[in-house]
């Protein structure tokens, strides 16, 4: 099976860079995607197709791609950013949908 | 603006079924295809099921394979996802999500989520 592997919290102090990767197989050869979820609410795209950030989305959000390794990147984290972030991408044939485990931003 | 309004949820009895509902809006329904996710009490995200926007491709995820089955009506802009043989560890909140044009494996709009309780 495909899984895609995060690490399960990062933390980091208001106005620094945060970093969450994401180390997969499949993701040489399928889109990631990266989602915001807050305590209660539904989650919310903010990467999408690696590196695309949706209208809407501050500019501090941004995603890179190396190998089997994809980066969500905030640069400048502001205490709104505390959330779980998820990445997302697919199996090599295209047809199974696979999250990673999550990863908890704390600002500290 | 999208809305994705879930319904459909409920306590059932392990063996149970129950079929959830998604009505959709604000964009051209038979364009995009849709996704299920689910989200069991403080876990993660698990992608259960998605069919393309025709209806003519349905994919599911191992876990369901056999007892899920996803559908959908464009002509009344709602997805459904028909749920058998119900077990515990299917109790999540439910959440249908509008996938990127283009593609059925990327997600940009989510609903609020209906809640699946399987319990005796």
């Known amino acids: 099976s495909y899984e895609l592997t995060q690490p399960p919290s990062v933390s980091m102090s208001p106005g620094l860079t945060a970093r969450i990767t994401c180390s997969g197989d499949?993701?040489?050869?399928?889109?990631a995607y990266w989602y915001q979820q807050k305590p209660g609410q539904a989650p919310v795209v903010v990467i999408y197709k690696d590196t695309q950030r949706p209208s809407g989305i501050p500019e501090r959000f941004s995603g890179s791609t190396s190998g089997t390794t994809v980066t969500l990147t905030i640069t400048g984290v502001r205490a709104e950013d505390e959330a779980d972030y998820y990445c997302?991408?697919?199996?090599?044939?295209?047809?199974?949908?696979?999250f990673g485990g999550g990863t908890k931003l704390t600002v500290l | 603006e999208v809305q994705l309004l879930g319904s459909g949820g409920g306590l059932v009895q392990p063996g149970g079924s129950l079929r959830l509902s998604c009505a959709a809006s604000g964009f051209t329904f038979g364009t995009y295809a849709i996704s299920w996710v689910r989200q069991a009490p403080g876990k993660g995200l698990e992608w259960v099921s998605a069919i393309s926007n025709t209806g003519g491709a349905t994919f599911y995820a191992d876990s369901v394979k056999g007892r899920f089955t996803i559908s959908r009506d464009n002509s009344k802009n709602t997805l459904f996802l028909q749920m058998n043989n119900l077990r515990a560890d299917d109790t999540a909140l439910y959440y249908c999500?509008?996938?990127?044009?283009?593609?059925?494996?990327?997600?940009?709009?989510w609903g609020q989520g209906t809640l699946v309780t399987v319990s005796s």
């Open positions: 997302q991408s697919a199996d090599r044939n295209g047809k199974i949908v696979i």
């Open positions: 499949s993701l040489p050869h399928q889109y």
């Open positions: 999500a509008k996938s990127v044009a283009g593609t059925v494996l990327g997600f940009d709009s």
